[in-house]
């Protein structure tokens, strides 16, 4: 198949920075593409070959936009899996495949999947309606803390919840959900592994997800992780397993417990580029947006090992401040060495919304680590705020 | 000044493969840009916040444009030097600047620039036209052999002859040129500068281009070159002290030969991003194509060591297919460890025409080295050969 300056078609479902670091790679390679986002002002409206407004979630909106393409893939899990069952009866290739994608859009099914595989997972218990919950929590049937999880659309941390007493129940979503086990756990990592339909599989090297020691959110991803080789050679063995059974077709990042006694527990998965791996483009021999490409265009993978360490640091949007954005500092940290920001291209800032990461990347993971944080300190999300008479006044040291 | 994700807009003149590998990192940084350029089909139309088609030779073409753009740079060097003085008088900035171009635009006038400056470079003599070179060899006032290089609009080695006897000069344009002595060299070199408008500057490590023994055309470029650190060392100094002369703000292409006694002379220059520096893309901490737009913003210059060894092979149109291109074998090299090749979106093939490169990084230099000559060896820039009834009939092995 020719896929380089041909007529042929790739498709993607969702037009964020996913998709955008996507474009990089299809225009390097010069692939053409089609994009189908349902925001007019997404990121992949410039570098697509052509940009399709409408909604993912409508059957005949991606059913009509996969007819156009050679191979359809995504950048979000969040999409019509009844059309992509139909184009894939059509005989269209689409990767990640609807089957894989039904079992990871509820999180129920996805730890059934891991139970029937002898995958290991934090035991779970799932219940139809959040009612059927809250009984069996009253009746001792589920112990307390634990954590509960929507089946359906978790993203970023919502749609979970520690519950530690019936309190905590208010204010959930009625909907199916888990009960999972409470996991003292020592790091969360995260393995990408990538593989093509003729089954060539690689992994990438174990990351760390550090966290804040107060407020509980990922500051860094570190790659290489800095745990025992044991622990991560188990690790790259099970997400390379998980993979596997999936029998996935692009990328897959998996994220895992590492327990206090060094098990590793499988927590959940995306079928697609990941957070966890932003740091390979820089640090990578192949990042992990071209892995995907090369992945689902049945193309020979590239080598997943490391030039340098690499630390990303994802920049959102500071509170406080909503409105066109603005990157407070960004000079600053351009002016250290190995430092690179990736602007997402969104023009509003929201509180914790995802506008950019930074990649540090270095020879030694302990002067990146220190970069990272004065990175972390320094740049700020912000918005230009609006003076009463309509103009607009900068903030100080922009 | 606030350039991420905001109104601010950069103008390109020339839309071609150095200007869509400049997108690559306006789009990461989510900087606006308007590109210019003849060509309908130029690689920049996709990437580019808007394109628009015209004359790069055109004063009112070229003017309106800059009038549009907030800061004015280019990927080609011909483009009408007028206009940018114009726009220049109107406060607009425009790297590299329109004095700087007139200089290099014409050789004699660029050797001219070298000799005032003390910068060593090989001996030369400027004629107004071929006939007054003619009349002074006759004379014996140039001694065969020598070097016929034409003043305006040399590119890749159009415009330079070696002249060995009255007969080589059939064929050559009437217009002014230089005769340059012939000077035996041990290796051509270049070394890429970056400087902004607050006078930061750095240099890139020197790298060596290798060429066919036979063919006389450059087959590699390799960083590091493989050379003497004092040798090294000198080169970056003369390239370092080319760029202050020329009081050049953006990144200048210093090529250099290094003599049989190791006497660093310089060749010409370009005042953008270059072939030599394709490699710094995978294999170096900032990419040229980053550095120029940091340079050119005023922006802290990144760090230009190298975080591997790498390689860059270029990919032209082989002999004997013009045409709809075919890149044959592309994906036996993609399963080569450290290659990424870039593919510069040109539809149609002819023989010698640049199509892409082809990176090659490795830990150590002489692997590298191994991988580019299996590169060179593997992948041919063909077409695809079109069927007497008009349908097209894929050649083996694509």
Same mark, same amino acid.
């Given at each position: 198949m020719n896929y380089f300056s041909s007529d042929f078609k790739l498709g993607i479902l969702g037009g964020g920075q996913l998709g955008k670091m996507?474009?990089?790679?299809?225009?390097?390679?010069?692939?053409?593409?089609?994009?189908?986002?349902?925001?007019? $002002?997404?990121?992949?409206?410039?570098?697509?070959n052509?940009?399709?407004?409408?909604?993912?979630?409508?059957?005949?909106?991606?059913?009509?936009?996969?007819?156009?393409?050679?191979?359809?893939?995504?950048?979000?899990?969040?999409?019509?899996?009844?059309?992509?069952?139909?184009?894939?009866?059509?005989e269209l290739k689409v990767y990640p495949s609807a089957a894989t994608l039904r079992l990871i859009q509820n999180k129920g099914k996805q730890k059934d999947f891991y139970k029937a595989n002898n995958i290991p997972t934090a035991d779970y218990q799932r219940f139809a309606t959040l009612s059927d919950l809250k009984q069996a929590a009253e009746n001792n049937e589920v112990a307390m803390p634990f954590v509960w999880k929507?089946?359906?659309?978790?993203?970023?941390?919502?749609?979970?919840? %520690?519950?530690r007493s019936a309190e905590s129940f208010n204010g959930l979503p009625e909907g199916e959900c888990i009960a999972e086990a409470m996991i003292p756990f020592k790091n969360e990592l995260a393995v990408i592994v990538a593989r093509n339909p003729s089954g060539e599989i690689k992994t990438y090297p174990v %990351? $760390?997800?550090?966290?804040?020691?107060?407020?509980?959110? %990922?500051?860094?991803?570190?790659?290489p992780a800095r745990i025992d080789e044991a622990v991560a050679a188990k690790a790259r063995r099970i997400a390379l397993e998980v993979s596997?059974?999936?029998?996935?077709?692009?990328?897959?990042?998996?994220?895992?417990?590492?327990?206090?006694?060094?098990?590793i527990l499988v927590n959940e998965v995306a079928p697609r580029p990941h957070n966890s791996g932003h740091y390979s483009i820089e640090a990578s021999y192949t990042s992990q947006f071209e892995q995907h490409i090369?992945?689902?265009?049945?193309?020979?993978?590239?080598?997943?090992?490391?030039?340098?360490?690499?630390?990303?640091?994802?920049?959102?949007?500071?509170?406080g401040y909503s409105g066109n954005v603005v990157y407070q500092n960004i000079e600053?940290?351009?002016g250290k060495s190995g430092v690179t920001p990736h602007i997402?291209?969104?023009?509003?800032?929201?509180?914790?919304?995802?506008?950019?990461?930074?990649?540090?990347?270095?020879?030694?993971?302990?002067?990146?680590?220190?970069?990272? $944080?004065?990175?972390?300190?320094?740049?700020? %999300?912000?918005?230009?705020p609006q003076t009463p008479g309509g103009g607009i006044q900068k903030p100080d040291n922009i």
């Open positions: 996507l474009l990089t790679e299809t225009r390097k390679f010069d692939i053409q593409t089609y994009v189908l986002d349902p925001s007019d $002002e997404a990121p992949c409206k410039t570098g697509s052509r940009f399709f407004k409408g909604d993912l979630m409508d059957h005949d909106t991606v059913y009509d936009f996969g007819k156009q393409v050679d191979v359809l893939t995504l950048e979000i899990e969040h999409v019509n899996v009844e059309a992509l069952e139909k184009l894939e009866n059509e929507s089946s359906q659309f978790g993203y970023d941390g919502n749609g979970v919840k %520690v519950i %990351v $760390e997800m550090e966290f804040h020691p107060e407020a509980n959110q %990922v500051e860094y991803v570190i790659c596997e059974k999936f029998n996935h077709v692009g990328l897959l990042a998996v994220e895992m417990f590492q327990t206090e006694d060094d098990e090369r992945a689902i265009l049945n193309l020979p993978l590239g080598n997943t090992a490391s030039k340098a360490a690499g630390i990303m640091v994802n920049l959102v949007g500071a509170e600053s940290i351009l997402y291209g969104k023009k509003q800032t929201r509180p914790f919304r995802k506008m950019g990461h930074v990649t540090i990347v270095h020879e030694d993971i302990n002067e990146a680590r220190k970069v990272a $944080e004065e990175v972390k300190e320094t740049i700020k %999300v912000i918005s230009i």
